[in-house]
């Protein structure tokens, strides 16, 4: 897996601009993700890949789109050293990976890594060391576990927690 | 136990006797509102859970981020939101303003839970609510649900005193806490805005406050409910919860706002603020007067006082979306958007306008923007090589007749 590493702050307007944003296609989204501010991205980005960030990744608007294109591109989770709060909701809701690891800056852009998405470990083959993500609160995990928030609400939902 | 204001609500609404930060809640929700851009998504998401909204009437939809449609994409999702209206019955389903600004013109109340699929939902916790943007498919299982979980954010305390300068406002005031916080400052937590400066602030100076709470990161702004708040509700009621004298803190700013300068924040991220003067003579090529920042009639007033009489200079157009139909009505018989019309100015229906560049109003490459919307991110309002600066609505409004950014304090 190839990492593509971006800073702190990144908006939804840098993952999704506005004005490629009116459409609810995933494949189309998958296409736009990071049109303008990284162009290589769409076209060397392979299934699997991992995106590796600072500070707040995921800032800015509440657009769904920008998870949603993430996914789409094929990236099999992010590794940030924060997320933006509705980001990080619309990530679990949606079943995109997420991993906040204080560590995130020791991984390079180019990197190759191996993730274990149960347990957190990040192993950057590259540089031979080993990073550990924080663990999801239990009351996401129980949204993870049934595989985002529609089948959580489509199977008990509230009433079961 | 001490809380506060936010702990509060959010105990309430999840039927316990008290809450605190980093506790997860399920809380019944007052509203929840999609508009044109997220309203898509959230009913996807919904109809894979239920076929009936949990109460038509609890449920808003507001056409605002490109109305009328000007794509035929745009059409189609609005056609699909509008057969989901319909088809659900909901009754406020609205196309004549900003969704947040309606939210507070029509719904909000002290002490509810309103959720919103827009990150400015923030705006609304100025009545003294809990009030918070999450993403379309949160917002389709509310719809389905009346229901939300949360964990209880920890809160940051704004203790604002003091008056501010002749020509500084509210707008100035915020960008300069942003400045200071930071992008991610308040990343998930409840920005409580309080003092003597906020408790005289008319309540329009308290939604352009708490609009801009998401611009640190936080979750939510809220500012504790007065009689200014219950006047401004009309007949509508609510309960009003205040935070306890020692009601815990992450942290504790005391700012005197009469050492804040008109302030501007500069491409590509909100928190690049600077006085004015930093950029003072910069050429610009629009100036934008509107959003849930600042589209209100105090916005429009500040901006109609220099402007009216003059001339906007030939190299900027002067866009002007008034917030609301309501708001575009009373500054119509305040002779307001005549006196802007005249200067120049294009007045816009109520909707986001230019904003969020889904719509009129898109920058060309290498175009400066100075606009009182809340946002400044690269390609946001158009080409992603234009610069989008964000000031007052005094400041934008001198700087489209002088066709150059300059401090409003020189044209009032």
């Not at chain 2, 704004?158 to 992008?183: E, M, P």
């Not at chain 2, 007045?347 to 490459?365: K, M, S, Y």
């Amino acid at each position: 897996m190839r990492v593509w590493k971006f800073g702190d702050d990144i908006n939804t307007d840098v993952i999704t601009p506005g004005r490629y944003t009116v459409t609810t296609d995933k494949k189309r989204l998958g296409e736009i993700a990071f049109i303008e501010y990284r162009p290589e991205f769409g076209k060397n980005v392979k299934e699997g890949d991992v995106i590796v960030a600072g500070n707040n990744f995921g800032c800015g608007s509440s657009r769904e789109h920008s998870p949603v294109a993430i996914k789409a591109a094929g990236i099999s989770a992010v590794i940030a050293k924060s997320f933006a709060r509705i980001f990080f909701r619309n990530a679990i809701n949606i079943g995109l990976t997420l991993f906040v690891s204080e560590d995130a800056d020791k991984i390079d852009d180019g990197d190759e890594v191996e993730l274990n998405i149960k347990t957190g470990e990040v192993r950057d083959i590259t540089k031979g060391i080993t990073i550990q993500a924080k663990p999801l609160p239990e009351f996401m995990q129980k949204i993870v576990n049934k595989g985002g928030l529609v089948e959580f609400l489509r199977s008990g939902g509230y009433d079961d927690i | 136990m001490a809380s506060t204001i936010t702990e509060k609500i959010l105990a309430n609404a999840s039927h316990q006797k008290e809450v605190v930060a980093g506790d997860f809640v399920v809380a019944d929700v007052s509203y929840a509102m999609a508009h044109d851009s997220t309203a898509p998504l959230a009913i996807e998401g919904f109809r894979k859970i239920t076929d009936k909204v949990f109460d038509k009437d609890r449920v808003i939809i507001v056409f605002d981020h490109f109305f009328p449609a000007p794509t035929v994409a745009g059409a189609t999702l609005h056609q699909k939101s509008r057969n989901f209206v319909m088809e659900q019955g909901i009754t406020g389903f609205f196309t004549n303003g900003v969704c947040h600004q309606l939210l507070v013109e029509k719904y909000v109340s002290p002490g509810d839970v309103v959720v919103g699929a827009d990150s400015h939902t923030c705006t609304e916790g100025a009545l003294g609510a809990f009030t918070t943007g999450l993403g379309s498919t949160d917002i389709g299982g509310v719809m389905a649900t009346g229901k939300c979980w949360f964990k209880v954010p920890e809160s940051i305390k704004f203790n604002l005193t003091g008056q501010t300068q002749k020509g500084v406002y509210a707008k100035d005031v915020i960008l300069s806490i942003v400045g200071d916080v930071g992008a991610a400052g308040a990343l998930y937590k409840a920005c409580e805005f309080t003092g003597d400066y906020v408790k005289d602030a008319s309540v329009s100076s308290r939604l352009t406050l708490c609009n801009m709470a998401i611009e640190m990161g936080g979750k939510n702004g809220v500012i504790e409910a007065d009689q200014k708040t219950l006047d401004f509700l009309g007949g509508r009621t609510g309960k009003i919860f205040k935070s306890d004298k020692d009601a815990v803190y992450v942290d504790e700013y005391e700012i005197d706002v009469k050492d804040i300068e008109p302030q501007v924040a500069l491409p590509p991220v909100v928190d690049n603020v600077e006085p004015v003067s930093a950029v003072e003579g910069k050429p610009i090529d629009q100036a934008y007067l509107g959003t849930c920042t600042n589209g209100r009639l105090e916005d429009i007033e500040v901006a109609t006082k220099i402007l009216k009489g003059k001339k906007v200079a030939r190299n900027v157009r002067l866009l002007v979306t008034p917030a609301s139909q309501d708001i575009y009505f009373a500054a119509l018989e305040l002779g307001y958007l005549q006196a802007l019309v005249d200067a120049g100015a294009a007045v816009c229906n109520p909707t986001c306008g230019p904003c969020v560049g889904r719509h009129g109003g898109v920058l060309a490459e290498g175009e400066v923007c100075l606009s009182t919307q809340n946002r400044n991110f690269s390609g946001r309002m158009g080409s992603p090589k234009a610069d989008i600066i964000l000031a007052s609505p005094a400041t934008v409004a001198a700087s489209a007749i002088a066709g150059k950014i300059v401090d409003p304090r020189d044209y009032m």
